[in-house]
């Protein structure tokens, strides 16, 4: 079953506005982390924001927050005032505990969103 | 501070060959893993490492072969190159819990012929 779904392939927004990106997940666990990575044109992984099963309140860095509404698992990337440079593949992934997974406390990728900022 | 290192970051092989995809890190982290992304499929867990001397199957182990003599490396070996292997190859590395950031290295392109 597939347990990080991104339903957007694809997303375009104008400079400047804010955009939201979809991420839904299915785990059976309470304790788990949510994560969002970047990845450029360049090719690298770059870790953008953790959100904690347990955290109540919505984990922010910089111009990203992340909307995590756990009743209904679901764990959406907001980007505030974007900007050409965020035109990149956008990654969420769930990291479920050792006692779940049989080893280690492995991270679970959806298949990604493609944004591109415009003018 | 180097963090995740990866060598090389791009390989063409040939059907058959075989050869080994080096990963370091110096953040003194428990687990190591190796990833590849296809188009398409984002990235899936091909093996990993919760410490020294302890390996596991990821989701896609066959065709890849690996081993942790010391907390800083964990290499990944293709024993026999096959087409449907080439793919662009990331090892990653964090402390051990669901709260730790993995940090991944640069990628190695691989390229079957």
């Known amino acids: 079953a597939q347990k990080i779904t991104q339903t957007q392939p694809g997303m375009f927004v104008q400079e400047k506005e804010a955009v939201t990106l979809d991420c839904t997940y299915d785990t059976s666990d309470q304790s788990y982390g949510l994560f969002w990575y970047k990845q450029p044109s360049s090719g690298e992984m770059i870790f953008l924001i953790y959100?904690?099963?347990?955290?109540?309140q919505n984990a922010t860095e910089g111009r990203y927050s992340l909307n995590f509404q756990k009743a209904r698992k679901s764990a959406n990337l907001v980007i505030s005032a974007s900007q050409l440079g965020d035109s990149a593949m956008y990654f969420c992934?769930?990291?479920?505990?050792?006692?779940?997974?049989?080893?280690?406390?492995?991270?679970?990728f959806g298949t990604g969103t493609q944004l591109k900022v415009e003018l | 501070n180097a963090g995740v290192t990866q060598t090389p970051k791009f390989q063409v092989l040939k059907t058959g060959q075989s050869m080994t995809l080096q990963c370091a890190q110096d953040m003194n982290h428990e687990y190591m893993s190796w990833y590849r992304q296809d188009p398409g499929m984002g990235l899936r867990l091909i093996h990993y490492?919760?410490?020294?001397?302890?390996?596991d199957q990821g989701e896609v182990p066959n065709g890849y072969n690996v081993s942790r003599s010391t907390t800083e490396d964990f290499p990944l070996r293709l024993l026999s190159a096959a087409p449907s292997q080439t793919s662009v190859y990331f090892c990653?590395?964090?402390?051990?819990?669901?709260?730790?950031?993995?940090?991944f290295g640069p990628g190695t392109r691989l390229t079957v012929l």
């Open positions: 959100q904690g099963s347990y955290d109540e």
């Open positions: 992934a769930m990291r479920e505990p050792y006692i779940l997974t049989g080893g280690g406390n492995k991270l679970t």
């Open positions: 990653a590395s964090s402390a051990n819990s669901v709260a730790d950031t993995q940090y």
């Open positions: 490492s919760v410490g020294a001397g302890i390996t």
